[in-house]
Protein backbone atom coordinates (compact mmCIF):
# COMPACT_ATOMS: atom_id res chain seq x y z
CA UNK A 1 0.00 0.00 0.00
CA UNK A 2 1.62 3.26 -0.85
CA UNK A 3 2.05 6.17 1.60
CA UNK A 4 -0.99 8.47 0.30
CA UNK A 5 -3.38 5.19 0.12
CA UNK A 6 -2.46 4.22 3.56
CA UNK A 7 -3.12 7.99 4.64
CA UNK A 8 -6.78 7.93 3.35
CA UNK A 9 -7.95 4.69 4.62
CA UNK A 10 -9.32 4.22 7.65
CA UNK A 11 -7.30 1.53 9.76
CA UNK A 12 -9.21 -1.43 11.59
CA UNK A 13 -8.65 -1.59 15.10
CA UNK A 14 -6.15 -4.34 15.24
CA UNK A 15 -3.69 -2.46 13.16
CA UNK A 16 -4.00 1.01 14.79
CA UNK A 17 -0.78 2.03 16.68
CA UNK A 18 -1.10 1.22 20.81
CA UNK A 19 -0.81 4.82 22.35
CA UNK A 20 -0.40 4.98 25.18
CA UNK A 21 -2.20 6.26 28.87
CA UNK A 22 -0.72 9.51 29.61
CA UNK A 23 -2.37 12.57 28.79
CA UNK A 24 -1.10 15.22 26.76
CA UNK A 25 -0.18 18.02 29.00
CA UNK A 26 -1.59 21.55 27.91
CA UNK A 27 -1.72 24.92 29.36
CA UNK A 28 -5.23 25.33 30.75
CA UNK A 29 -5.88 29.41 29.77
CA UNK A 30 -7.00 30.05 25.98
CA UNK A 31 -4.78 32.77 24.89
CA UNK A 32 -7.31 34.72 23.26
CA UNK A 33 -10.51 34.07 25.27
CA UNK A 34 -8.48 33.28 28.82
CA UNK A 35 -11.11 30.81 30.06
CA UNK A 36 -9.43 27.59 30.69
CA UNK A 37 -9.41 24.69 27.71
CA UNK A 38 -9.66 21.73 30.51
CA UNK A 39 -12.95 20.48 32.25
CA UNK A 40 -14.68 20.85 34.13
CA UNK A 41 -16.86 23.50 32.54
CA UNK A 42 -19.79 25.94 34.12
CA UNK A 43 -22.34 23.71 34.59
CA UNK A 44 -24.90 26.49 32.11
CA UNK A 45 -22.30 25.54 28.94
CA UNK A 46 -22.46 23.20 26.26
CA UNK A 47 -19.73 21.20 23.89
CA UNK A 48 -19.74 20.90 20.35
CA UNK A 49 -16.66 18.52 18.58
CA UNK A 50 -16.25 19.12 14.58
CA UNK A 51 -13.51 17.82 12.17
CA UNK A 52 -13.40 20.58 8.68
CA UNK A 53 -9.44 20.42 7.71
CA UNK A 54 -6.34 21.62 9.21
CA UNK A 55 -7.77 22.45 13.14
CA UNK A 56 -5.47 25.28 13.30
CA UNK A 57 -7.56 27.95 11.05
CA UNK A 58 -10.94 25.84 12.52
CA UNK A 59 -10.62 26.58 15.82
CA UNK A 60 -10.31 30.13 15.06
CA UNK A 61 -12.74 29.95 13.17
CA UNK A 62 -15.18 29.34 15.95
CA UNK A 63 -12.84 31.29 19.09
CA UNK A 64 -14.18 34.39 16.94
CA UNK A 65 -17.91 33.61 16.88
CA UNK A 66 -19.81 35.33 19.45
CA UNK A 67 -20.78 33.27 22.70
CA UNK A 68 -18.27 30.78 22.41
CA UNK A 69 -16.80 30.27 25.84
CA UNK A 70 -13.47 28.46 25.06
CA UNK A 71 -12.17 26.13 22.33
CA UNK A 72 -9.26 23.46 22.00
CA UNK A 73 -7.53 21.41 19.34
CA UNK A 74 -6.97 18.25 19.71
CA UNK A 75 -8.27 14.76 17.94
CA UNK A 76 -11.24 12.24 18.17
CA UNK A 77 -13.11 9.66 16.62
CA UNK A 78 -10.29 7.08 15.67
CA UNK A 79 -8.47 3.93 17.72
CA UNK A 80 -5.43 5.41 19.74
CA UNK A 81 -5.38 6.48 23.04
CA UNK A 82 -3.80 9.86 23.59
CA UNK A 83 -1.46 9.92 19.85
CA UNK A 84 0.89 12.63 19.38
CA UNK A 85 0.53 14.91 16.23
CA UNK A 86 3.20 12.61 14.27
CA UNK A 87 0.95 9.84 15.13
CA UNK A 88 -2.35 11.41 13.54
CA UNK A 89 -0.71 12.10 10.54
CA UNK A 90 0.87 9.02 10.05
CA UNK A 91 -2.79 7.36 8.94
CA UNK A 92 -2.37 4.64 11.52
CA UNK A 93 -4.45 5.99 14.33
CA UNK A 94 -8.02 7.31 12.49
CA UNK A 95 -8.00 10.13 14.08
CA UNK A 96 -9.48 13.12 13.08
CA UNK A 97 -8.02 16.89 14.07
CA UNK A 98 -10.94 18.10 15.60
CA UNK A 99 -11.87 21.52 17.72
CA UNK A 100 -13.79 21.01 20.75
CA UNK A 101 -16.33 24.33 21.75
CA UNK A 102 -17.48 25.82 24.59
CA UNK A 103 -20.38 27.94 24.13
CA UNK A 104 -22.93 29.19 25.81
CA UNK A 105 -26.74 28.31 24.90
CA UNK A 106 -28.14 31.77 26.17
CA UNK A 107 -26.04 33.95 23.69
CA UNK A 108 -25.48 31.76 20.87
CA UNK A 109 -26.84 28.06 19.39
CA UNK A 110 -25.60 24.98 18.57
CA UNK A 111 -27.31 25.68 15.07
CA UNK A 112 -25.11 28.94 15.16
CA UNK A 113 -22.09 26.60 15.51
CA UNK A 114 -23.22 24.15 12.60
CA UNK A 115 -23.45 27.09 10.64
CA UNK A 116 -19.90 28.16 11.04
CA UNK A 117 -19.10 24.38 10.52
CA UNK A 118 -20.67 24.08 7.03
CA UNK A 119 -19.53 27.71 5.50
CA UNK A 120 -15.65 27.46 6.49
CA UNK A 121 -15.45 24.42 4.49
CA UNK A 122 -15.76 21.92 1.73
CA UNK A 123 -17.61 19.14 3.30
CA UNK A 124 -17.37 17.16 0.02
CA UNK A 125 -14.29 16.10 -0.60
CA UNK A 126 -13.37 12.70 1.79
CA UNK A 127 -10.15 12.74 3.20
CA UNK A 128 -8.76 16.15 2.33
CA UNK A 129 -9.21 19.15 2.60
CA UNK A 130 -7.90 21.40 -0.32
CA UNK A 131 -3.96 20.17 -0.10
CA UNK A 132 -4.12 18.48 2.90
CA UNK A 133 -4.69 15.00 2.30
CA UNK A 134 -5.50 12.01 5.28
CA UNK A 135 -7.91 10.80 7.20
CA UNK A 136 -7.00 13.62 9.90
CA UNK A 137 -8.65 16.15 7.75
CA UNK A 138 -11.66 14.68 7.05
CA UNK A 139 -15.56 16.31 7.80
CA UNK A 140 -17.06 15.06 10.97
CA UNK A 141 -19.64 16.60 13.23
CA UNK A 142 -19.40 14.35 16.88
CA UNK A 143 -22.24 14.88 18.57
CA UNK A 144 -23.39 14.90 21.79
CA UNK A 145 -26.47 13.12 22.51
CA UNK A 146 -29.50 12.88 20.48
CA UNK A 147 -30.60 16.22 19.89
CA UNK A 148 -26.93 17.16 18.21
CA UNK A 149 -27.66 14.39 16.47
CA UNK A 150 -31.06 15.76 15.17
CA UNK A 151 -29.73 19.04 14.41
CA UNK A 152 -26.89 17.73 12.36
CA UNK A 153 -28.70 15.70 10.29
CA UNK A 154 -31.22 18.50 9.53
CA UNK A 155 -28.34 20.96 8.81
CA UNK A 156 -26.54 18.09 6.73
CA UNK A 157 -29.77 18.16 4.53
CA UNK A 158 -30.01 21.39 4.10
CA UNK A 159 -26.88 22.31 3.08
CA UNK A 160 -26.53 19.71 0.57
CA UNK A 161 -29.20 21.06 -1.27
CA UNK A 162 -27.59 24.36 -1.68
CA UNK A 163 -23.98 22.85 -2.36
CA UNK A 164 -25.72 20.75 -5.08
CA UNK A 165 -27.69 23.78 -6.89
CA UNK A 166 -24.47 25.64 -6.71
CA UNK A 167 -22.66 22.69 -8.88
CA UNK A 168 -21.22 20.18 -5.85
CA UNK A 169 -20.93 16.95 -5.08
CA UNK A 170 -22.08 14.62 -2.05
CA UNK A 171 -21.45 15.52 1.11
CA UNK A 172 -18.74 12.82 2.82
CA UNK A 173 -19.38 14.71 6.32
CA UNK A 174 -19.74 11.94 9.38
CA UNK A 175 -21.78 12.45 12.05
CA UNK A 176 -21.56 10.25 15.02
CA UNK A 177 -21.46 10.24 18.68
CA UNK A 178 -18.54 12.46 20.48
CA UNK A 179 -16.37 9.77 21.76
CA UNK A 180 -12.85 10.50 24.04
CA UNK A 181 -11.81 13.94 23.25
CA UNK A 182 -7.62 13.77 23.20
CA UNK A 183 -6.06 17.13 23.48
CA UNK A 184 -3.44 18.06 20.94
CA UNK A 185 0.03 19.14 21.77
CA UNK A 186 0.15 22.63 24.12
CA UNK A 187 1.81 24.78 20.57
CA UNK A 188 -1.35 23.95 18.75
CA UNK A 189 -3.98 25.57 20.68
CA UNK A 190 -4.47 28.69 19.44
CA UNK A 191 -1.87 28.14 17.06
CA UNK A 192 -2.98 31.21 14.78
CA UNK A 193 -2.64 33.41 18.11
CA UNK A 194 0.52 32.39 18.63
CA UNK A 195 1.76 32.47 15.15
CA UNK A 196 -0.69 35.01 13.14
CA UNK A 197 1.31 34.74 9.84
CA UNK A 198 0.45 30.62 10.23
CA UNK A 199 -0.69 28.31 7.71
CA UNK A 200 -4.18 28.13 7.22
CA UNK A 201 -5.73 25.86 4.61
CA UNK A 202 -9.25 26.40 5.49
CA UNK A 203 -11.77 27.72 2.81
CA UNK A 204 -15.20 27.00 2.29
CA UNK A 205 -17.38 26.54 -0.43
CA UNK A 206 -18.80 29.99 -0.63
CA UNK A 207 -21.96 28.62 0.09
Known amino acids: MGLLSRKTEMPVRERALPGRDVKMPVTNRHTVLHNPILPPFPEVLELATFGLGCFWGAERKFWQAGGVWTTAVGYAAGHTPNP??????????????????????????????????????????????????????????????????TQAGTSREAFA???????????????????????AEDY?????????SGYCGLGGTGV
Not at 92 to 101: K, Q, S, Y
Not at 161 to 183: C, H, N, Q, R
Not at 188 to 196: E, R, V
Open 84 to 149: TYEEVCSGLTGHNEVVRVVFDPAETSFDDMLRIFWESHDPTQGMRQGGDVGTQYRSGIYVAGDVQR
Open 161 to 183: KLLSDAGFGEITTEIVDAGPFYY
Open 188 to 196: HQQYLDKNP
